[in-house]
């Protein structure tokens, strides 16, 4: 053998494979990595806030043959199951072949992304002109959310009970909302300030109006008909925004990103991107050996705490459910359970590539990453998984030619992040994070590459099948 040939070889051997995934796929996967994204697009347009996203789901699963579980219903292997958790959150189950005791093969991604909820009394006029204060929801960099098209989404509770749901501005009749931003002209002192600054929370104000009422020559004029205007579709009357949760997100849908259409902008691929791979590949799993649970959770970016957020003990009293209708209990499976925590990392970009370690940074199309540990000034926050289960993952990936990498969040004392992984494993359960690389993060137009996309699917379908 040459020499040239032999080098080849042994760096093959040796060293980590590190090419872009389509140099790996054939023609075959190239097209179910392109059927895949249109159907997740259609997700992501129908499904802009967590309730949205739950109403989704339960639509999927019970065209799936999924059932509404109820405590102390009977189960058996292949059962179907979900659980609503208060229309936020989701609990889905296909029952395994195997006992309980064995352990249950959990995906959990999120639902909820960053937005800008409105305040409990939003409205206000200010010289002819009606806007709605918000309080932004999520880490965002709040001069992103001006002047893009938002629309309107979520439940009011009117006094009399009755619950009334909201989605305007994504009908391309609809009107939309937006932040406004000041001139270039006039911005002198704004273009001094550092970016945290140059808006601020109390700047993201929606414009929503600004005709009076009839010829109403009175104060609030213009706020007054926007009430009636209100009142006349939903019935509503101003205290009614009390008991609301209104959330403006971007209007646009997504599109396909490039000449050569391999990626996808939108809203909310954090963490839909993860959630809709891992809806499909529970959706998609017949009688599975180990019982599989996916929970598409709220809350995880405001710190997953609340009774939708993975911080409660709604995912912990779920399994304990289930594993006392086989006869065990949800401590014992809970120990010997494992779990892919389904989040996006950042991908790496050229244009701000200082703040990436090249050798430990998720690339796009370079498949579906894999992330040990999380957490910031030295791993901090981190659930960090063992070496041995970062193992059987790794190998599981390879045996079922999933094309996958590994990455962390940034240079060492950057900045750093992170997920729902640690809250399940304080459930003493092996967790390890994976999902899809995503350029402009928890910006209103987030890019991803729908080889990643897919691959976050195939990896899934392997975990919950495994
Ligand atoms: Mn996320
Ligand atoms: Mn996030």
């Known amino acids: 053998m040459e020499e040239k040939e032999f080098v080849k070889e042994l760096k093959e051997k040796l060293f980590r494979q590190k090419k872009n995934g389509y140099r790996r796929i054939d023609s075959e996967e190239e097209k179910a990595v392109s059927d895949f994204a249109e159907e997740y697009k259609c997700f992501l347009d129908s499904a802009k806030t967590e309730r949205e996203a739950v109403c989704y789901a339960v639509r999927e699963l019970e065209k799936n043959g999924f059932v509404e579980y109820k405590k102390g219903m009977q189960l058996r292997a292949g059962d179907r199951i979900y659980k609503n958790n208060r229309g936020k959150a989701v609990l889905i189950a296909v029952i395994g072949t195997a ?26 006029e200010d010289n002819e002109l009606a806007l709605f204060k918000t309080h932004y929801y999520g880490g965002i960099k709040k001069y992103q959310w001006t002047t893009v098209p938002l629309s309107l989404h979520g439940v009011i509770i009117r006094a009399d009970g009755e619950k ?57 004029s213009v706020k007054l008909n926007i009430m009636n205007i209100l009142f006349e579709k939903y019935g509503i009357t101003e205290s009614d925004f009390i008991s609301a949760e209104l959330e403006a997100v971007p209007a646009f849908k997504s599109r396909d990103i490039g000449f ?40 995880e970016e405001t710190g997953s705490e609340g009774n939708t957020g993975l911080c409660s003990a709604y995912l912990k009293y779920f399994v304990a459910d289930i594993a006392e209708s086989l006869g065990s209990n949800g401590r014992d499976v809970l120990s010997v359970s494992e779990c892919l925590s389904a989040d996006v990392n950042a991908a790496f970009d050229p244009t701000f590539a200082d703040v990436t370690e090249r050798n430990n940074c998720a690339y796009v199309n370079k498949g579906v990453c894999i992330t040990k540990y999380t957490g910031a000034r030295g791993k901090s926050g981190t659930s960090d998984a063992s070496a041995e289960f970062a193992g059987r993952i790794r190998r599981l990936m390879d045996s079922k030619n999933v094309i996958w990498q590994t990455g962390e969040l940034g240079k060492v004392d950057v ?28 910006a209103p137009y987030e890019v991803i590459s729908k080889l990643d996309l897919y691959m976050a699917y195939k990896a899934f379908s392997a975990f919950i099948a495994d």
């Not at 991604?109 to 909820?117: F, G, K, Q, T």
């Open 99 to 124: 006992p309980i005791d064995e352990g249950i093969r959990l995906c959990a991604a999120h639902i909820d992304s960053p937005r800008l909820d409105l305040k409990q009394n939003p409205l206000y």
């Open 164 to 220: 009334i749901t909201v989605n305007i501005g994504e009908d391309e009749n609809d009107p939309v909302f937006c932040v406004t931003d000041l001139l270039p002209h006039l911005a002198n002192e704004q273009m001094n300030r550092n970016a945290a600054k140059v808006i601020r929370g109390e700047d993201l104000n929606l414009l929503i109006g600004s005709m009076p009422f009839r010829d109403d020559e009175s104060s609030e």
């Open 260 to 299: 050569d259409r391999s990626m996808i902008g939108g809203y909310g691929h954090d963490d839909r991107c993860c959630a809709f791979p891992a809806l499909k590949a529970v959706t998609d799993c017949k009688t599975p050996v180990h019982t599989a649970v996916t929970v598409l959770t709220d809350k």
């Open 415 to 442: 900045g750093g992040g992170g997920t729902v992984a640690a809250y399940i494993a304080n459930l003493d359960v092996d967790t390890i994070d994976m999902g899809v690389p995503v350029l402009s993060m928890h």
